[in-house]
């Protein structure tokens, strides 16, 4: 993870350096602080933007209904 906002948490992309996510704070599990920086997430692909490289993510484990 690269750094923490209000609205969210901007992350690397393994194997995908020139990429930029987002998890935005909406995307958690209600009650849930945001992960601090340094810290491996799992994320699934919600949308991007092929002409800058930005992906929005949301937790893996909320996509699978945990």
């Known amino acids: 993870m690269l750094a923490v906002m209000p609205f969210g948490v901007f992350v690397e992309i393994d194997g995908q350096p020139d990429a930029l996510g987002l998890m935005e ?3 958690l599990p209600r009650g ?3 992960p601090a ?5 799992d994320g699934v692909v919600v949308d ?4 800058n490289w930005q992906v929005r ?10």
């Open 25 to 27: 704070i909406t995307t």
């Open 32 to 34: 849930s602080e945001l």
């Open 37 to 41: 920086i340094g810290v491996y997430l």
């Open 48 to 51: 991007h933007a092929a002409h």
């Open 57 to 66: 993510l949301r937790p893996a484990e909320v996509e699978a209904g945990g």
